[in-house]
């Protein structure tokens, strides 16, 4: 069966650094756009970068500039790189799987979702 699996979060201070991973299995990955979303409480669930099969990328504006989306289609991996992070970073960041199937339909998975806390 098909699983994302994230790791990286964790409590930091503002203005610090975390690297999120996400590792998929049982999907051939290399076909996938790959994305991360965010989730704060009371919010809707954001996207908040996403890269294409072909490796292009695209970020939401408040985190242009911090963020860097990257895969290693090898490891079957999409990372997160986040610098200069912000309390209002916090959030619960999920892993996201999608692509068109033959049919014109999407076609996604999810991760379970790992928590980033940006507080001093």
């Known amino acids: 069966q098909v699983q994302l699996v994230e790791s990286g979060g964790g409590l930091v201070q503002p203005g610090g650094s975390l690297r999120l991973s996400c590792a998929a299995s049982?999907?051939?990955?290399?076909?996938?756009?790959m994305n991360w979303y965010r989730q704060a409480p009371g919010n809707q669930r954001e996207l908040v970068a996403a890269?294409?099969?072909?490796?292009?990328?695209n970020y939401t504006d408040s985190v242009k500039g911090r963020f860097t989306i990257s895969r290693d289609n090898a490891k079957n991996t999409v990372y997160l790189q986040m610098n200069s992070l912000k309390p209002d970073d916090t959030a619960v960041y999920y892993c996201?799987?999608?692509?068109?199937?033959?049919?014109?339909?999407?076609?996604?998975?999810w991760g379970q979702g790992t928590q980033v806390t940006v507080s001093s």
């Open positions: 996201n799987a999608n692509r068109m199937n033959g049919l014109g339909q999407t076609v996604g998975y």
């Open positions: 049982g999907i051939i990955f290399r076909l996938y756009t």
């Open positions: 890269i294409t099969s072909g490796g292009r990328t």
